[in-house]
């Protein structure tokens, strides 16, 4: 591939797919309707180029958010989980190509997906992080779709090479989660081990990171786990916390602010097992508890109105068990609003 994007990793590559979206035909006459009629497909090769050639010359053109698709679920596997979340992405796009499109003033690109070859998770991570750093280097906004939650690991690392000249480069992590993802590496790293990863690599380099939960269920996470929460710093908030209520809102968001003013960045991560089965039924770790897509909402509008947010993902989704694609509606539907009030 071009400029050396993806070359010597172990790794499958396929550029956005016009068969992955479709939707309601409409009266040409009334313009883009949904998604499937807005979307860009591109190779990452020949778009970063091109991207390039566009900011060189310094060519206005609207902001680009691209979607890039982790098809992996070795970290699931090894994390003893139910597998099928590779097939995330494509389940997602298809949900969100007939969604209605409400806004007109932003590039959307779907880049395809890389997929995991040989249980080589760390080649899919690597691989998936250099399109990260790419993106964010050329100011193009990227949103991930998962894949198990070892997206995090990969899509933290090609944050940490974007900006690693900059002279603001203090990354806070927040996680929409039932879980901490703390665990330590005993064999292998897992879908259970991403952010325990990132804190450790970071260290070993004289580097932090800021790391908020929000959604901890307690019957989801032993003793061991929030103590190595304690001992790193770990900020969180209970999943029995998150109502969509303004006066519940307002305590999290109160507990955010200092969170938010000590780092130059965010970068959000929400693993669909944080919803209740109610809404995400399709996870590799479903609970009766959780919390509401009116929470998740509401915060999402409270983070980006920081104007600190530099990239998403979205992970965990399991259409293997989806009921009447629930979950992939709502995955799809976050997607959809992120990209509107990014």
Same mark, same amino acid.
């Given at each position: 591939?071009?400029?050396?994007?993806?070359?010597?990793?172990?790794?499958?590559?396929?550029?956005?797919?016009?068969?992955?979206?479709?939707?309601?035909?409409?009266?040409?006459?009334?313009?883009?309707?949904?998604?499937?009629?807005?979307?860009?497909?591109?190779?990452?090769?020949?778009?970063?180029?091109?991207?390039?050639?566009?900011?060189?010359?310094?060519?206005?053109?609207?902001?680009?958010?691209?979607?890039?698709?982790?098809?992996?679920?070795?970290?699931?596997?090894?994390?003893?989980?139910?597998?099928?979340?590779?097939?995330?992405?494509?389940?997602?796009?298809?949900?969100?190509?007939?969604?209605?499109?409400?806004?007109?003033?932003?590039?959307?690109?779907?880049?395809?997906?890389?997929?995991?070859?040989?249980? *080589?998770?760390?080649?899919?991570?690597?691989? %998936?992080?250099? &399109? =990260?750093?790419? $993106?964010?280097? /050329? +100011?193009?906004?990227?949103?991930?779709?998962?894949?198990?939650?070892?997206?995090?690991?990969?899509?933290?690392?090609?944050?940490?090479?974007?900006?690693?000249?900059?002279?603001?480069?203090?990354?806070?992590?927040?996680?929409?989660?039932?879980?901490?993802?703390?665990?330590?590496?005993? *064999?292998?790293?897992?879908?259970?081990?991403? %952010?325990?990863? &990132? =804190?450790?690599? $970071?260290?070993? /380099? +004289?580097?932090?990171?800021?790391?908020?939960?929000?959604?901890?269920?307690?019957?989801?996470?032993?003793?061991?786990?929030?103590?190595?929460?304690?001992?790193?710093?770990?900020?969180f908030v209970y999943?029995?916390d998150c109502e969509?209520?303004?006066?519940?809102?307002?305590?999290?968001? *109160?507990?955010?602010?200092?969170?938010?003013?000590?780092?130059?960045?965010?970068?959000?991560?929400?693993?669909?097992?944080?919803?209740?089965?109610?809404?995400?039924?399709?996870?590799?770790?479903?609970?009766?508890?959780?919390?509401?897509?009116?929470?998740?909402?509401?915060?999402?509008?409270?983070?980006?109105?920081?104007?600190?947010?530099?990239?998403?993902?979205?992970?965990?989704?399991?259409?293997?068990?989806?009921?009447?694609?629930?979950?992939?509606?709502?995955?799809?539907?976050?997607?959809?609003?992120?990209?509107?009030?990014?």
């Amino acid at each position: 591939m071009k400029n050396g994007v993806l070359q010597d990793l172990n790794v499958t590559y396929a550029p956005g797919q016009i068969n992955d979206w479709d939707g309601r035909k409409t009266d040409p006459a009334l313009g883009i309707q949904y998604w499937y009629q807005a979307i860009e497909l591109a190779d990452i090769g020949n778009f970063l180029d091109e991207e390039k050639i566009k900011k060189d010359h310094s060519i206005e053109k609207k902001p680009a958010i691209a979607l890039i698709g982790y098809q992996c679920d070795e970290g699931v596997r090894r994390n003893y989980g139910r597998v099928g979340a590779m097939n995330g992405p494509l389940s997602v796009r298809e949900k969100l190509a007939k969604l209605p499109l409400h806004f007109d003033n932003k590039r959307l690109v779907d880049l395809g997906n890389v997929a995991c070859v040989n249980q *080589d998770m760390e080649a899919c991570q690597q691989a %998936f992080s250099e &399109i =990260i750093s790419r $993106l964010i280097t /050329q +100011n193009i906004f990227p949103i991930g779709i998962g894949g198990g939650h070892d997206i995090a690991y990969g899509h933290f690392m090609g944050i940490r090479e974007a900006i690693k000249y900059s002279s603001h480069r203090k990354i806070g992590i927040i996680n929409f989660d039932a879980h901490f993802d703390l665990r330590p590496i005993e *064999d292998k790293p897992n879908s259970g081990t991403p %952010f325990n990863q &990132i =804190i450790t690599t $970071l260290r070993k /380099q +004289n580097e932090s990171v800021d790391y908020f939960v929000i959604g901890i269920q307690r019957q989801s996470n032993t003793p061991a786990l929030f103590e190595i929460a304690k001992n790193e710093t770990v900020d969180f908030v209970y999943s029995m916390d998150c109502e969509p209520s303004d006066s519940d809102i307002k305590k999290i968001q *109160d507990k955010l602010i200092t969170f938010i003013n000590n780092v130059d960045h965010l970068y959000i991560s929400i693993d669909m097992d944080g919803f209740s089965s109610a809404y995400a039924p399709g996870v590799s770790a479903p609970s009766p508890l959780g919390f509401s897509p009116n929470f998740v909402y509401k915060m999402l509008d409270f983070l980006f109105e920081t104007r600190k947010v530099i990239s998403c993902d979205v992970a965990e989704l399991n259409p293997t068990f989806d009921q009447d694609n629930i979950t992939a509606n709502l995955a799809a539907k976050l997607v959809d609003y992120i990209a509107s009030i990014h």
